[in-house]
């Protein structure tokens, strides 16, 4: 059996031109496109923390509290994805008084702001999807993995990339806030974080280099098609004769 690779699967050149469609596929969410983008805009390069669980995952009120401390002590700029259910577990303060360096919403449009110079580093639980978009478009990654391929996706994260950190869990298999911001502050600013970077923009540019004409995932989605059509034809003719 031929086998042939093809992706990654988004639209990255659209994207990264702030042109065309700034989704993919379906969201099951309405994202708060532009209080995201106001916001993003108004922050320095590189300054954010982009903080998201996906659609599915969802923490505990300790984990929440811990993860809402951590944000909070790293003192960077923080665009947090809290979705509507989910809120009631953050910590009292943070929905009493928003943190000044920090913006909740209840959903973004990932991709757009995956793109945005601004943000330095992606906070996620390293479900497949999200791991996929922020390797493809270049940015660092602070790993918070729960189950299921996550623990995997971010041991390739730190340990095989070379694009992150992962934050450890503690005793009570949470992630504790005082790890949060070490990982954090390492990812943004830390003796690798340069090396990061760095990594991070070769795969980018990897991904990219596929999804040109003439790529390997522009070549290998040529050649499926015209597998296809000669399949197709062959099957017409016989049917005639």
Known sequence: MHAMTIGP????????????????????????????????DAKPPGSVVYVSFGSFAS????????????????????????????????????????PEKGLVVKWSPQLVVLAHEAVGC????????????????GVPVVAMPLWTDQPTNAKYVEDIWGVGRRVRAGKKRIFMRDEVEMCIREVMDGEKS????????????????????????????????????????????????
């Open 9 to 40: 699967c988004m639209p990255l050149m659209d994207v990264d031109r702030h042109s065309g469609s700034d989704t993919y596929g379906m969201s099951i969410l309405e994202a708060e496109k532009d209080t995201c983008i106001k916001w993003l």
């Open 59 to 98: 923490l505990g009120v300790e984990e929440m509290e811990e993860l809402a401390c951590g944000l909070k002590a790293s003192d960077k700029y923080f665009l947090w994805v809290v979705r509507a259910p989910e809120k009631k577990t953050l910590p009292r303060e943070f929905i009493e008084e928003p």
């Open 122 to 137: 992606f906070a996620t639980h390293c479900g497949w999807n999200s791991t996929l978009e922020t390797l493809s478009l």
């Open 194 to 241: 340069e090396e990061i970077r760095k990594n991070s923009r070769r795969l980018r540019d990897l991904a990219k280099k596929a999804l040109r004409e003439g790529g390997s995932s522009d070549q290998n989605l040529n050649e499926l098609v015209g597998y296809l059509n000669a399949k197709a034809k062959e099957r017409s003719s016989l049917q005639l004769n």
